[in-house]
């Protein structure tokens, strides 16, 4: 039985940090790509950030590029996402994903969480 499970979330004042771990258990976690995405109310869901199995590869989404930091834990089956610089429009509700082919396109991420709320206040 594959899960994941995401937490860290909450309401944090622009400016602020937070960091998200996502926990997999049911695959094998070191063999497979990893992601972050978001779905900002009334918005589609976009991509984040994504990282290959090893970690050695990571891609970011331009709107965060130089704020967040994507990494992962093989050893724990967990994968992070560290958020800094926080902004209003950051806020969204978070999913962490995996892929076992791909790759940076949502479509190759079979295996989701139920994502975790990032509020942002201005």
């Known amino acids: 039985q594959v899960q994941l499970v995401e937490s860290g979330g909450g309401l944090v004042q622009a400016g602020g940090s937070l960091r998200l771990s996502c926990v997999v258990s049911?695959?094998?976690?070191?063999?497979?790509?990893m992601g972050w995405f978001r779905q900002p109310l009334g918005k589609d869901r976009q991509t984040v950030a994504t990282?290959?199995?090893?970690?050695?590869?990571?891609d970011y989404a331009d709107s965060v590029r130089g704020r967040f930091t994507i990494s992962r834990d093989n050893a724990k089956s967990t994968v992070y996402l560290q958020m800094n610089s926080l902004k209003p429009e950051d806020t969204g509700v978070y999913y962490c994903?995996?892929?076992?082919?791909?790759?940076?396109?949502?479509?190759?991420?079979?295996?989701w969480g139920q994502g975790t709320q990032v509020t942002v206040s201005s």
């Open positions: 994903a995996s892929s076992p082919y791909g790759g940076s396109n949502q479509g190759f991420y079979t295996r």
């Open positions: 049911g695959l094998t976690f070191s063999n497979v790509f």
């Open positions: 990282i290959n199995s090893s970690g050695s590869d990571t």
